[in-house]
């Protein structure tokens, strides 16, 4: 019987490790898009010096005519300045450009003489290839020795077929395809299979060798219940991301579905549609660890559950037809493959994004990492305040404590108030009902105090104190990880900070908040980028970390405020490894490659102009979904990002709040005391449209979300205690089919 653990094992295939033939640097040339270089190409070492910002690169190879799966490694000594990569370019047989970097493998240079390796197959439908060195941007560069080897002989990749109950796998020299009842992968020339093992109770494992790096992985696919659950493995370095399984193929009518901050939907076929892949680990990429396609029509679809994320990508890319797809990327963990990756396939007849994340909160519950409001507050009774309450962030001087009673006086009687305060102020707002006072931290950035004259403002949070030996470090040499940049005073650019590592922290935030709290009575805390962050690799060696023991320290960071100070609890952006230790999350709503250009520096900036991707897609109810609130609404408030507020635009405002009235969740206003002296009445009018579901619902799961209008512009959403919440971001007046009519950009709410 096959067991388990042969997904560990990898079976080399029979191809010789002699070199049968080598080419060397004919004509050595240098070719950039937009820059200048000076070379030096007559004698080796030949050295190129680059300016510029554009791509260049370094030939004077043959074109070399090869075969599917025959192994090559490129070859060179190499010095400098910058990074650069070795690749190659793949021709067909018209010699007709496939790819032109195949097989792309960076090398950060320095100035000691570094040997290079990078071995590769070649891949179906490639005929010729031609080597070369790259670059982006500003290099220098030495290099000698520089050559291409082949093997003596090729890879012996199988072909045949595997049929595993409703998934079938077939394989031979032009790749790999799986197909899994109505959805299947393009064949993937990037993989051909060496071993094959099967059994029915445990299903079937192949042993995998890739084309991109010639290394050999173990993919074993079982089923569980109606589920296909994937396992992947592999031994040694891994120097770029690994694709694996191959994408499942989309059509017209259908949608992907990203859990990016509170969540999005593409089209598959729009052309347009921005792409980009983004990370598992940390706030900025998915902040659950899902993905999937959806059919409008009827809600049929797929979903993908990543159940080892921390050192994993949703790839996205474009087929040949320029659809969109996606799958699963796996990334190194510390430089190495590690331990064994896992996912799974979870397919849907109907209920499309609702089912996908029914199910993930299903899985998340029996990981125990759904911990709910009514759970919290029975610990924290403060918690209470903080269900329904606008946060504000007031950025102004005079009298705090009058603005906040003006604010009830006008309706607003539920605050968040994040614009920190003296003794005294937080004392008397403290003494007010509804009141919940915050202020803002952090624990990530360190600037070093030899800069602090250089520099327009000295953050008073900096943990300085740990500069350096609590400094996160990018690799074995100490090179210390950059942070957030600083203005210098003579406006000649940034200065930056480096990052404290997360197994460091703890330390000095607990001294931070527990003496701050003995004079100052705060009931609330922000900690700023703890959760907007990816998670960190550190290479220090007295304080070493994965990405996972990283995310292990940010949920240690913020149990720091919610489970040892007892304090309501917040970060930015947000993800779910920390539902159970934080309350509020600044920044989900606002998804972050839609948010107005240097939201994060100039907050307090008001935009007159709306942005077409601001108005596209982060008030756009054609792309929005509320994906976080299906799964989390009662667990973790989400608000809109401190420099994306729902004043910020001016002309967008009375669309954010239909936004928050739709998912339940309070709006967030930034303003100076101006702003509040002549706005006053209509922030206490967007905060009567915006609180009351966010109150009401606060308590209870969204259970459902509907769009009643083929343009998607009229929406509903219906909670566990039976609020349920009707939108129309239209511009005329709409009557649903159960006869409830909603007028133009307004919202109706109704209770059992």
């Not at 993937?188 to 060798?209: E, H, K, P, Y």
Request: hydrophobic share 40%.
């Amino acid at each position: 019987m096959m067991k388990s653990s042969v997904l560990g094992l990898l079976v080399f295939c029979a191809c010789a490790v002699q070199a049968a033939e080598r080419w060397t640097l004919g004509k050595p040339s240098v070719w950039t898009r937009q820059g200048t270089f000076d070379a030096v190409l007559t004698n080796s070492p030949y050295r190129v010096t680059h300016t510029g910002t554009g791509d260049w690169c370094l030939n004077g190879f043959p074109k070399i005519k090869v075969a599917p799966w025959e192994s090559y490694t490129i070859e060179a000594e190499v010095r400098g300045s910058g990074s650069i990569s070795f690749s190659v370019v793949t021709y067909d047989e018209k010699n007709a450009v496939q790819l032109w970097s195949y097989g792309s493998s960076k090398v950060d240079l320095t100035d000691r003489w570094r040997k290079v390796a990078v071995r590769l197959f070649i891949p179906a439908h490639t005929t010729w290839i031609m080597p070369r060195l790259m670059g982006v941007g500003s290099a220098t560069v030495e290099i000698r020795d520089f050559a291409l080897s082949q093997a003596s002989a090729s890879c012996a990749v199988q072909s045949g077929s595997v049929t595993l109950g409703k998934a079938q796998f077939f394989y031979d020299t032009t790749g790999f395809q799986m197909k899994v009842g109505a959805y299947a992968t393009a064949k993937d020339a990037t993989w051909g299979v060496v071993a094959v093992q099967t059994n029915d109770a445990s299903g079937v494992a192949f042993t995998l060798v890739s084309a991109n790096d010639g290394q050999q992985y173990g993919a074993h696919f079982h089923w569980e219940k109606e589920e296909l659950c994937v396992s992947f493995s592999g031994q040694g370095e891994l120097a770029k991301t690994i694709t694996f399984p191959p994408a499942l193929e989309t059509k017209s009518g259908e949608r992907l579905v990203v859990p990016e901050n509170e969540g999005m939907s593409y089209p598959v076929d729009d052309p347009k549609m921005p792409i980009h892949s983004l990370h598992l680990y940390g706030g900025h990429g998915l902040c659950m660890s899902f993905f999937g396609v959806m059919r409008d029509a009827d809600g049929a679809g797929w979903m993908m559950l990543v159940e080892s994320p921390d050192d994993a990508r949703m790839m996205i890319e474009r087929a040949a037809d320029k659809t969109l797809r996606a799958t699963t990327g796996w990334e190194a963990q510390c430089k190495v493959f590690g331990y064994p990756r896992k996912a799974r396939y979870v397919f849907f007849e109907k209920g499309g994004h609702v089912a996908m994340c029914k199910r993930y909160r299903a899985y998340q519950v029996a990981r125990g990492n759904v911990k709910t409001f009514s759970e919290k507050v029975k610990e924290r009774p403060a918690i209470d305040m903080l269900i329904g309450a606008a946060n504000i962030w007031y950025m102004g001087g005079g009298d705090k404590v009058q603005i906040v009673r003006e604010m009830q006086a006008l309706g607003m009687e539920r605050i968040l108030w994040s614009g920190n305060g003296s003794p005294s102020e937080l004392t008397q707002m403290n003494s007010m009902t509804n009141v919940l006072t915050s202020r803002y931290d952090i624990y990530s950035d360190v600037m070093d105090p030899a800069n602090f004259p250089l520099i327009k403002g000295v953050h008073s949070d900096w943990t300085t104190d740990a500069f350096p030996h609590d400094i996160t470090w990018d690799n074995g040499d100490g090179k210390m990880r950059r942070a957030w940049g600083v203005e210098t005073k003579a406006g000649t650019g940034m200065v930056y900070c480096v990052s404290l590592c997360d197994r460091q922290a703890l330390p000095y935030a607990r001294k931070r908040v527990s003496e701050e709290l003995k004079s100052k009575p705060f009931k609330c805390r922000f900690i700023d980028t703890a959760t907007a962050c990816s998670w960190q690799e550190c290479y220090n060696p007295a304080h070493p970390m994965t990405r996972s023991i990283s995310k292990e320290y940010r949920v240690k960071l913020l149990n720091v405020m919610s489970g040892e100070m007892g304090l309501v609890c917040g970060s930015e952006t947000g993800h779910d490894a920390v539902v159970p230790v934080c309350d509020f999350f600044e920044g989900m709503l606002s998804i972050g490659n839609y948010r107005v250009p240097d939201s994060g520096r100039k907050t307090a900036v008001i935009w007159d102009d709306v942005p077409e991707k601001v108005e596209k897609f982060q008030v756009g109810e054609a792309y929005r979904l509320p994906l976080w609130e299906l799964v989390y609404h009662d667990c973790v408030v989400a608000q809109w990002y401190w420099g994306d507020y729902n004043n910020k635009l001016p002309k967008i405002w009375r669309k954010r709040d239909l936004f928050n009235a739709l998912y339940g969740t309070p709006p967030m206003y930034m303003f100076v005391q101006k702003a509040w002296q002549t706005q006053k009445e209509q922030f206490a009018a967007s905060y009567k449209v915006t609180t009351p579901v966010a109150r009401l619902t606060g308590y209870s799961e969204m259970v459902d979300h509907q769009i009643l209008k083929a343009d998607r512009t009229v929406q509903r959403t219906l909670f566990a205690n039976g609020v349920h919440v009707t939108v129309n971001f239209g511009s005329a007046p709409f009557t649903t089919a159960d006869g409830l009519t909603i007028p133009a950009q307004d919202v109706v709410i109704k209770t059992r």
